[in-house]
């Protein structure tokens, strides 16, 4: 138990395991290194100290850039600071004697954060020996219950995140309750760099970016854009196994389409400026539903018809912060694996279980996740966020109650996020625990009531009369850069066969067996297999090497010997040499590991 001054001042016991404790540490020791800073460096400008999901930052204003060296003197004070093991204590102020006191210590950004504060908001301050904070809190009680820290890096920053505003240093750290824990997360800190998909996408050159062309705008080259055209067709083709008819819809629309769909209102600040063109003002759109409405709106429909499930790889368009885009994790052009499938009131329960059996089909048969890597999340409205979300009580209690009665109906355990839903409906997010220990969201399936009432869809009933569908939205792959950033990630670059850009590289020993080399190349691409011949002038070892590290599944050498007895010698990226094979064998293998996407 970790004892923790809460916001009121009050004392609380938290587990060591407790998630929040972990924010509290990282909280206080944002003070730690405050404190530290300001004992080597005392003419320096305090700007704020958060927690954040991967540790702790601060920002401070400095006379000149602090250096590595600089750096390790703050790591050490903070270290001393920890084993003086100081009482926190909290304390307020009114709002004239807080801004008093931060002006007579020369602390002009926390003068401004009070001026800022609203009216008759308690002011509160937390000490640690000779050292004041503003802050809120909460805090664990003394600097010595923290045993291991690390700063882990240090970079510029604008005060406020606005580039009008005065430039500052942060430093970024963590710390933890036990020294085992931060050899830990240093451990996972290092795997995180070596799978980083933007480091392994330029060493496979699998894309690249360019300033020319723009932040956010990555270009595959062809091993990634292989890649990822056998992802889209996988899932093309999984969906017109499932009666999915595909459309191409255009990446440009009119205004009004979005003023019509409620996105224009809820979504302008995500979308590219307008773009005005005679008597029109166009948009680049950031979604793909507003046109497969209107593609159902077409012509009359009946519910024999139904359901109609469309689907469309589409290129939709984000205006992401420069700031924070992302190799293809994050970025301003995306191509979206979307589907819209229109359905009776009666369709919805099998027709969302169909969705969610295919999400699990591709992920836990295809790709290999265990299914305790799952976590299923449903995600709710805020109710009283009425900016947020379509304003309809009525659709969204109906929504809401279906799609949790039909998880429990599938048995599938899950958990509740306010929030989190859509503008226009709820939705269920499937979450997986990636090889870094995070959970992301890619699959999803999100019910909406909303927009065929804003177009003003209809089907004609068995009673003949109009009657309005619902529509379920949903998402398998995500986009395909998005998911081809989780998939870099998750493999380490070292794609199983079926995906792999290459998956046989021919290693003849000299040129005496490149025309049997170029043999068997011909012989591999009529069956549909993706194959390179190595005919450099390099030797053996080298040649293998060098297909070892662009992590080809297979690699097969030819020699005199292979040449004689008609056969190849295969090595496998895993198993190392695993025997010489007649070609005809080795076709018939690798097929089938691409056949049961091994």
């Given at each position: 138990m970790i004892?923790?001054?809460?916001?009121?001042?009050?004392?609380?016991?938290?587990?060591?395991?407790?998630?929040e404790?972990?924010?509290?540490?990282?909280h206080?020791?944002?003070?730690?290194?405050?404190?530290?800073?300001k004992?080597?460096?005392?003419?320096?400008?305090?700007?704020?100290?958060?927690a954040?999901?991967?540790?702790?930052?601060?920002?401070?204003k400095?006379?000149?850039?602090?250096?590595?060296?600089?750096?390790?003197?703050i790591?050490?004070?903070?270290?001393?600071?920890?084993k003086?093991?100081?009482?926190?204590?909290?304390?307020?102020?009114?709002?004239?004697?807080?801004?008093?006191?931060?002006?007579?210590?020369?602390?002009?950004?926390?003068?401004?954060l009070?001026?800022?504060?609203?009216?008759g908001?308690?002011i509160?301050?937390?000490?640690q020996g000779?050292?004041i904070d503003?802050?809120a809190?909460?805090?664990?009680?003394r600097?010595?219950?923290?045993?291991a820290?690390?700063?882990?890096?240090?970079?510029?920053?604008?005060?406020?995140?606005?580039?009008?505003n005065?430039?500052?240093?942060?430093?970024?750290?963590?710390?933890?309750?036990?020294?085992?824990?931060?050899?830990e997360h240093?451990?996972?800190?290092?795997?995180?760099?070596?799978?980083?998909h933007?480091?392994i996408?330029?060493?496979?050159?699998?894309?690249m970016?360019?300033?020319?062309?723009?932040s956010?705008?990555?270009?595959?080259?062809?091993?990634?854009?292989?890649?990822?055209?056998?992802l889209?067709?996988y899932?093309?083709?999984?969906?017109?196994e499932?009666?999915y008819?595909h459309?191409?819809?255009p990446?440009?629309?009119?205004?009004?389409?979005?003023k019509?769909?409620?996105?224009?209102?809820?979504?302008?600040?995500?979308?590219?400026?307008?773009?005005k063109m005679?008597n029109?003002?166009?948009?680049?759109?950031?979604?793909?539903?507003?046109?497969h409405?209107?593609?159902?709106k077409?012509?009359?429909?009946s519910y024999?018809?139904?359901?109609?499930?469309?689907?469309e790889?589409?290129?939709?368009?984000?205006?992401?912060d420069?700031?924070?885009v992302c190799?293809?994790?994050?970025v301003?052009?995306?191509?979206?694996?979307?589907?819209?499938?229109f359905?009776?009131?009666?369709?919805?329960?099998e027709?969302?279980?169909k969705?969610?059996?295919l999400?699990?089909?591709v992920?836990?048969k295809?790709?290999?996740?265990?299914?305790?890597?799952?976590?299923?999340?449903?995600?709710?409205r805020?109710?009283?966020?009425?900016?947020k979300?379509i304003?309809?009580?009525e659709?969204?209690e109906?929504a809401?109650?279906?799609?949790?009665?039909?998880?429990?109906?599938?048995?599938?355990?899950?958990?509740e996020?306010?929030g989190?839903a859509?503008?226009?409906?709820?939705?269920?997010?499937?979450q997986?625990?990636t090889a870094l220990?995070?959970?992301?969201?890619?699959p999803?399936c999100?019910?909406?009531?909303?927009?065929?009432?804003?177009?003003d869809?209809?089907y004609?009933?068995?009673d003949?009369k109009?009657?309005?569908?619902?529509?379920?939205?949903?998402?398998?792959?995500?986009?395909?850069?998005?998911?081809?950033?989780?998939?870099?990630?998750?493999?380490k670059?070292?794609?199983?066969?079926w995906?792999?850009?290459?998956?046989?590289?021919i290693?003849?020993?000299?040129?005496?067996?490149?025309?049997?080399?170029?043999?068997i190349?011909?012989?591999?691409?009529?069956?549909?297999?993706?194959?390179?011949?190595?005919?450099?002038?390099e030797?053996i070892g080298?040649?293998?090497?060098?297909?070892?590290?662009?992590?080809?599944?297979?690699?097969l050498?030819i020699?005199a010997?292979?040449?004689?007895?008609?056969?190849?010698?295969?090595?496998?990226?895993k198993?190392?040499?695993?025997?010489?094979?007649?070609?005809?064998?080795?076709i018939?293998?690798?097929?089938?590991?691409?056949?049961?996407?091994?």
């Open positions: 004892r923790t001054i809460q916001k009121d001042g009050s004392i609380l016991d938290l587990e060591e395991k407790n998630e404790l972990k924010s509290i540490v990282w206080t020791t944002s003070h730690i290194l405050a404190q530290a800073v004992r080597l460096f005392p003419n320096t400008q305090l700007g704020i100290g958060p954040i999901e991967s540790g702790f930052y601060y920002d401070f400095v006379e000149k850039p602090l250096t590595e060296e600089d750096i390790n003197k790591e050490e004070e903070m270290k001393k600071i920890i003086e093991d100081l009482p926190l204590a909290r304390s307020t102020l009114s709002r004239e004697e807080a801004i008093k006191l931060m002006k007579e210590k020369n602390e002009p950004y926390k003068v401004q009070i001026e800022e504060l609203p009216e908001e308690e509160s301050f937390f000490k000779d050292f503003l802050c809190g909460p805090h664990i009680n600097t010595g219950k923290i045993k820290i690390k700063l882990l890096s240090t970079s510029s920053a604008y005060w406020k995140g606005n580039q009008e005065d430039s500052m240093q942060r430093i970024y750290g963590v710390s933890f309750l036990k020294a085992t824990e931060l050899e240093l451990k996972l800190l290092e795997e995180a760099k070596q799978r980083d933007r480091k996408g330029k060493e496979l050159e699998l894309f970016t360019h300033e020319l062309v723009g956010g705008l990555p270009m595959y080259l062809p091993n990634g854009a292989t890649i990822r055209r056998i889209e067709r899932i093309q083709d999984k969906e017109i499932l009666g008819n459309v191409y819809t990446s440009l629309a009119n205004v009004e389409l979005y019509t769909s409620g996105h224009w209102d809820h979504y302008k600040d995500d979308m590219f400026p307008v773009m005679e029109e003002e166009m948009v680049l759109r950031p979604m793909n539903c507003p046109h409405m209107l593609i159902f077409s012509k009359t429909r024999r018809d139904l359901p109609i499930r469309i689907g790889l589409a290129n939709d368009f984000r205006y992401e420069s700031g924070a190799g293809l994790e994050r301003r052009q995306m191509c979206q694996n979307d589907a819209h499938l359905v009776r009131p009666d369709q919805i329960k027709e969302v279980g969705v969610l059996q999400i699990k089909e992920y836990q295809d790709f290999g996740f265990a299914e305790s890597s799952f976590k299923y999340r449903l995600s709710l805020d109710k009283n966020n009425k900016q979300y304003d309809n009580d659709m969204w109906t809401e109650t279906q799609l949790r009665a039909i998880l429990k109906d599938m048995n599938i355990d899950f958990y996020a306010e989190e859509a503008f226009y409906g709820p939705k269920i997010d499937i997986i625990k220990n995070h959970d992301v969201t890619i999803t999100q019910l909406d009531f909303a927009l065929p009432e804003r177009f869809l209809n004609i009933g068995e003949n109009e009657h309005r569908p619902v529509v379920i939205h949903r998402a398998i792959l995500g986009s395909s850069d998005r998911f081809m950033s989780f998939l870099i990630e998750e493999t670059g070292a794609f199983p066969v995906l792999a850009p290459t998956q046989v590289k290693l003849p020993i000299a040129d005496a067996q490149n025309e049997y080399a170029n043999e190349v011909s012989q591999l691409r009529k069956n549909g297999i993706r194959v390179e011949l190595d005919d450099s002038n030797k080298y040649k293998i090497r060098k297909a070892q590290l662009e992590k080809v599944p297979y690699m050498v020699g010997k292979e040449i004689e007895e008609k056969v190849v010698a295969v090595r496998s990226r198993a190392g040499d695993i025997g010489k094979m007649s070609i005809e064998e080795f018939n293998k690798i097929k089938e590991d691409i056949e049961n996407k091994q």
